[in-house]
């Protein structure tokens, strides 16, 4: 039956954006299609929730939450999370399309792979997990089916922090065990709980199965395989591969110890001592094992060593390690060598197979001693070889981290940048290798730059007052920066008018916030202006007007002598404003010319009223009357909202009329 014409999905553009082409893989959560983003013209694969984990909204929630963390994680080794969305019912994660196919089909082809190319495969993929550690997340998914092989031989983990919001929902766990219950760790089923150490547990019982064919642990019902991860010790590879270097049975027993503490303590602890494994290997070991080791005997033994193949080239940027081309180094005197690579016993009675096997389990335990002493005179061969990478190297600024890395002889390029909370923009957020890992003498280190906090919305601090706002944008995050005020006919002195960047829009916290507030109505010039006039200017704009009264017999009566606050000063509405006017008659009109019928100046001419005109009508207006004219802008409205002198009021001809507008 031909799934994709079946599928309804199929054919469907979700949220304007992605267009539905076929569908790749069903899973107990998701269904994976190939989708094409007609925004950016590139091949996505688009992961859509089934309908039934789409209708709780916690686990809705959680899912958000972790693809947002996801999509944070940048590096080369894993695959990327480009958006997350919703169309109607349908909840969906756009991610990179990896064209290749899966280590489990890899798996499913060749049998097991030979120690070489195990751990070859193992590097990227604990690259991958050293990195989402480092970010605080954990994958809680590590298995076969999660690892993409491209075709261009780069490996790259999918899957990140979508297992934890799967264990987060309500729907049952079923589906959950059948899919990963071989590699669960022990608390993870005992208790749920799952940290990094759980994901080094799970990548032990990979490296098992990569260098077996198999899992350790199988049973009738996922019950059964799960007991045995809490009861059952994982058995050293080399019981079911005669010949797998003692090495390697360490790797596996320290990964996948019952007590957390035990194991590597990260990804990025495993992938250092697997790195230093896969250096001390011989370089025809895969070859050498292929040859040694005959055809399984029955249906539960481990598949035959194929061919090798060679390991694939990793893409530019993708984690990559020169093996070393020398065999072991001789056993330091006095240590207990490895033992030798017990030959497969020959056909014949019952009882010596059986003493074979015992016999090599006894060794085991002496190889395993053997294998750490092993690995100090490995260390201590190879040392001059390799550098770390310095453990303070996340933090420095680049040019600090280029000295730095430039005095070990290593040479450093940069890589795409990453949002961090923790690391200020411009330094050095990550690398790769990480900090503290190996690399080769005049190796390639990459660092990932800080662009600084993740953007979050500008909060809205419109009508609160400077100290409010200021307060509200430290609680979210950001610093306040400049503080202007403007004029505002709307919003009160002393409230935010705005903020720069806008409210609503998405920045980074480490950008400041600057504030403008308002400096309220610029109070008029209304001294020498007829008392009624100037009252009724000041109520058009809201202000409450008290009249005190004052007798000057050499001014004009009914003029405005004083005011309060004075001209120039911000005022809102309700705000009260003084008036001193005169209310003596001028008894010195002949020989003063501001007595001239009260009205200051006998040449003075009447200012015609131009309040509400088209500002380019009210200037021609003016000029005609014999003013000089000049606007300012309080409003933007296009019409006067205010004049100065005021309606009916007087001023000497060419004297320079202001308009507000």
């Not at 993409?148 to 079923?174: N, S, W």
């Not at 092993?374 to 061969?381: D, E, I, T």
């Not at 100037?534 to 202000?543: E, H, I």
Request: glycine share 8%; hydrophobic share 40%.
């Amino acid at each position: 039956m031909d799934t994709t014409v079946a599928d309804p999905l199929v054919g469907q553009v979700l949220d304007g954006r992605y267009r539905v082409e076929s569908r790749i893989a069903r899973g107990g959560m998701a269904t994976v299609y190939v989708a094409h983003d007609v925004k950016l013209d590139r091949r996505i694969a688009l992961k859509v929730m089934h309908a039934n984990l789409a209708q709780d909204e916690d686990f809705v929630r959680r899912f958000i939450g972790e693809a947002k963390a996801a999509a944070a994680l940048s590096h080369p080794n894993v695959v990327a999370v480009y958006d997350q969305g919703t169309d109607g019912q349908h909840v969906f994660l756009a991610m990179e399309y990896v064209q290749g196919r899966t280590l489990r089909a890899l798996l499913t082809e060749r049998g097991r792979l030979g120690p070489r190319e195990a751990l070859e495969l193992m590097q990227p993929i604990l690259a991958a997990l050293a990195a989402a550690h480092r970010a605080g997340l954990v994958h809680r998914d590590v298995k076969p089916e999660n690892v993409l092989l491209t075709e261009e031989g780069q490996v790259k983990v999918a899957d990140f922090g979508l297992a934890r919001a799967e264990t987060a929902g309500k729907q049952t766990k079923t589906g959950l065990i059948i899919g990963t219950v071989g590699y669960l760790a022990p608390e993870q089923v005992l208790t749920g709980h799952a940290d990094v150490r759980s994901d080094v547990y799970a990548a032990g019982i990979m490296l098992f199965e990569l260098l077996t064919g198999r899992q350790p642990h199988t049973g009738d019902t996922p019950l059964a395989v799960a007991y045995k991860h809490v009861n059952d010790v994982v058995p050293p590879p080399s019981s079911l591969v005669p010949g797998l270097p003692s090495q390697l049975d360490t790797l596996v027993t320290l990964a996948t110890s019952h007590d957390p503490a035990r194991r590597p303590q990260d990804a990025g602890s495993f992938l250092a001592v697997v790195a230093d494994v896969a250096a001390a290997l011989p370089p025809d070991i895969d070859r050498r094992l292929a040859g040694a080791v005959p055809p399984p005997q029955d249906a539960t033994s481990v598949l035959p060593m194929p061919a090798p193949v060679p390991a694939p080239a990793a893409a530019p940027g993708a984690h990559t390690r020169v093996l070393a081309a020398e065999t072991l180094p001789p056993v330091v005197p006095g240590q207990h060598p490895p033992p030798p690579a017990a030959p497969l016993p020959p056909a014949g009675p019952m009882e010596r197979v059986i003493s074979a096997v015992t016999g090599r389990y006894v060794l085991i335990a002496i190889g395993a001693l053997a294998a750490v002493i092993l690995g100090w005179a490995v260390w201590y061969q190879v040392a001059g070889q390799y550098e770390r990478v310095p453990e303070q190297i996340v933090g420095m600024k680049l040019e600090d981290a280029k000295r730095l890395l430039a005095q070990d002889g290593l040479v450093v390029q940069t890589g795409p940048s990453t949002y961090s909370d923790k690391v200020p923009k411009g330094h050095v957020a990550a690398s790769n290798p990480g900090p503290g890992q190996r690399v080769e003498a005049g190796g390639v280190v990459t660092l990932t730059l800080s662009k600084g906090k993740q953007p979050i919305p500008v909060p809205d601090t419109a009508g609160k007052s400077l100290e409010d706002a200021r307060k509200i944008l430290r609680d979210a995050g950001f610093t306040p920066g400049e503080v202007t005020r403007e004029s505002s006919q709307t919003i009160p002195k002393d409230q935010v008018i705005r903020t720069a960047p806008k409210a609503g829009k998405k920045v980074s916290p480490d950008q400041p916030v600057d504030i403008v507030v308002s400096a309220g109505m610029e109070m008029p010039n209304l001294v020498n202006v007829n008392a009624e006039q100037a009252a009724n200017q000041l109520r058009s704009m809201g202000l409450d007007v008290k009249v005190e009264e004052r007798d000057l017999p050499d001014r004009p009566r009914d003029v405005v002598l004083e005011q309060n606050p004075p001209p120039g000063t911000g005022v809102s509405r309700g705000d009260q404003v003084t008036l001193i006017v005169n209310k003596k008659d001028c008894l010195l009109a002949p020989i003063n010319p501001f007595c001239n019928n009260g009205q200051g100046d006998p040449n003075a001419l009447p200012v015609p009223t131009v309040l509400g005109q088209d500002v380019n009508a009210a200037v021609q207006a003016l000029r005609g009357a014999g003013f000089d004219v000049e606007v300012h802008q309080q409003l933007g409205t296009g019409r006067v909202i205010r004049q100065d002198p005021g309606p009916n009021g007087t001023a000497p001809r060419g004297h320079k009329v202001k308009i507000w507008h």
